[in-house]
């Protein structure tokens, strides 16, 4: 990293107009999703991709996230079965990403897919990122803008704290409105699903359009944020926690007040939307470790609890 900041710019006309030029031309841009912040740039040139993996440090099987504008544009890239087209239908634009096989011929670079026959597709809801894709013209492959296994940004100061110089540009659109990152599931040829990463989109959800998840898979990396250690404040984190050390910071929950709180009210939406906020938050602070209050396995808990799990190895 170098002493440069990167260039923040309002989401009007001047601004997306900018960062589209810069995507078309190779570049990286920090744009917000209704999700988290995600580091953009065009799917199908190997070197914007390449500059994507510098940026966040990424390991290179890690798969890569492509949001598209349309379905024409998702099934230029993917084989849309049924199931897909259904899932589509009743998610799309928003937070669920599928993971299919990839098309024929499909334009993307092979980094993208970290060499796996399939690709990781989702129609993101955010007006700016849609407003960013329809002046590109393409699609954009946008993990999130932070370092690899760092924690996921949810404004525009997350991702300049966490990448610096090395994404010249930034869109600020915000607070992300559901600060947690996309539902990912796998449709399988042989007709079943898996649930990949939990998100914002429950299980039960996906179920009551597909019928019931599959037994999860072999373990290995098929989608982003499968990793074991991720979405890491840089300190020790303890999880569930009722009590605290003079030496920890408590991020709380419900009754559980904390030095910040992911809800105070004990809503699980709002926990969401405030994690990433709060980890960062615990990060900055002087006390070397992290404690957490228990968040109910429930709903988008599971989600919370999953990202929490991972940050903690």
Known sequence: MTGKIPQIVAPDSAGLARAAEMIRAGGLVAVPTETVYGLAARADSAEAVAGIYRAKGRPDFNPLIVHVASLEQARALARMDARAEKLAEQFWPGPLTIVLPLAPGAAVAPAVTAGLPTIAVRMP??????????????????????????????????????????????????????????????????????????????????????????????????APGQLASHYAPGKPVRLDATDAAPDEFVIGFGAITGDVSLSPAGDLAEAAAQLYACLHKASAARQPRIAVAPIPQTGIGVAINDRLRRAAV
């Not at 997350?158 to 449709?187: F, N, W, Y």
């Not at 429950?202 to 098929?222: K, Q």
């Open 125 to 222: 809801a955010h007006p700016v990122m849609r407003s960013l894709l329809e002046l590109c013209g393409m699609p954009l492959a946008a993990p999130s803008a932070n370092r690899s296994g760092a924690v996921s940004p949810t404004c525009a100061e997350h991702v300049a704290r966490s990448l610096g110089a090395a994404v010249p540009l930034i869109v600020d659109g915000g607070t992300c409105a559901k600060g947690l990152e996309s539902t990912i599931q796998a449709l399988r040829d042989d007709g079943s699903w898996n649930l990949l990463r939990p998100g914002p989109i429950a299980e039960s959800e996906l179920a009551a359009v597909l019928g019931p998840c599959a037994i999860p898979g072999d373990g290995g990396i098929e």
